[in-house]
């Protein structure tokens, strides 16, 4: 159903460098660049995008699932993400009370969201 998301980001180099290393497990790569705004997803259309800071005040915090091919890619997001120095909310682990197949990890990017990879299929 959606077409895209965009995030805003404190910092646009740190964040691109955070998902930079995150989405490439998942098959995600910079399909855009304009700079301060980056675009990701399987080419050739991104579906991702992160840009500055330029509205509202404060912080309001996002959670942002991304669909792994495999378990073995959310292993590897959450492998990634700790090579990047992200908190990690909620270790690679079936999630029951979703549905017996729902297989995720959780980490905090650089501007603190909640970003998740999931693969929903068997072992």
Do not use: K
Request: hydrophobic content about 40%; proline content about 8%.
């Amino acid at each position: 159903m959606l077409d895209h998301l965009s995030i805003q980001c404190a910092d646009v180099t740190a964040s691109a460098a955070f998902y930079d290393a995150v989405l490439t497990p998942l098959g995600g790569v910079r399909v855009m660049d304009f700079g301060e705004v980056v675009g990701y997803g399987i080419p050739p259309r991104p579906d991702f995008w992160i840009g500055p800071r330029s509205t509202g005040d404060g912080f309001r915090e996002s959670h942002i699932a991304f669909e792994a091919p495999d378990r073995a890619a959310v292993r590897a997001f959450l492998d990634a993400a700790v090579g990047a120095g992200a908190e990690v909310l909620h270790q690679a682990r079936v999630w029951p009370e979703y549905h017996p197949n729902y297989y995720g990890a959780f980490v905090r990017d650089p501007d603190g969201n909640n970003v998740e990879a999931v693969c929903h299929l068997p072992q």
